[in-house]
């Protein structure tokens, strides 16, 4: 018994990170990013996505309002986002933001992407996995959370 302990325990571990690496590879960035006319391409069918463009309850999410100037907006929002756990800022524009949060077991990616709209006055996002049809809300959780954090 065991002699089947070491080998179990080894191929388990290799295991994970085989599929570990699978999932990363099964997921590339989308093409879809970034703003077409100052809005983001809508949320699919599927619920692991949320936006504040977005009409139907599934997806909606309320914007943050934007009381400062656009960089003390931008820098608040970026000092909120490098505290957070396993984030990576992939672009950091004038007026917009493109952030990879990755899951903690899995690695999965899910893409946040932030508009600061100056003539609106809010802060715009998305939120949405890279894999997969749900998310138990994750997307929706985490801009709450990014919501309360700024908002302090």
């Not at 070491?6 to 970034?34: C, K």
């Not at 077991?105 to 998305?126: C, M, N, P, R, S």
Request: neutral net charge.
């Amino acid at each position: 018994m065991r002699k089947l302990v070491a080998p179990f325990l080894i191929l388990t571990v290799a295991g994970f990170f085989v599929l570990r690496w699978l999932v990363q590879r099964a997921s590339p960035m989308p093409e879809n990013l970034g703003l077409v006319d100052g809005r983001f391409a809508p949320c699919p069918d599927s619920p692991n996505c949320v936006s504040t463009f977005a009409a139907d309850d599934q997806h909606k999410i309320n914007p943050i309002p934007m009381t400062t100037s656009i960089h003390e907006a931008k820098m608040k929002m970026y000092n909120v986002i490098v505290d957070m756990p396993r984030t990576t800022i992939i672009t950091n524009g004038p007026q917009y933001m493109h952030v990879e949060f990755r899951s903690a077991l899995w690695g999965f990616v899910d893409d946040v992407q932030i508009y600061f709209d100056e003539a609106a006055g809010q802060i715009q996002f998305k939120s949405s996995s890279r894999l997969g049809y749900g998310d138990m809300d994750a997307n929706r959780r985490r801009m709450e959370a990014v919501r309360a954090e700024f908002m302090q």
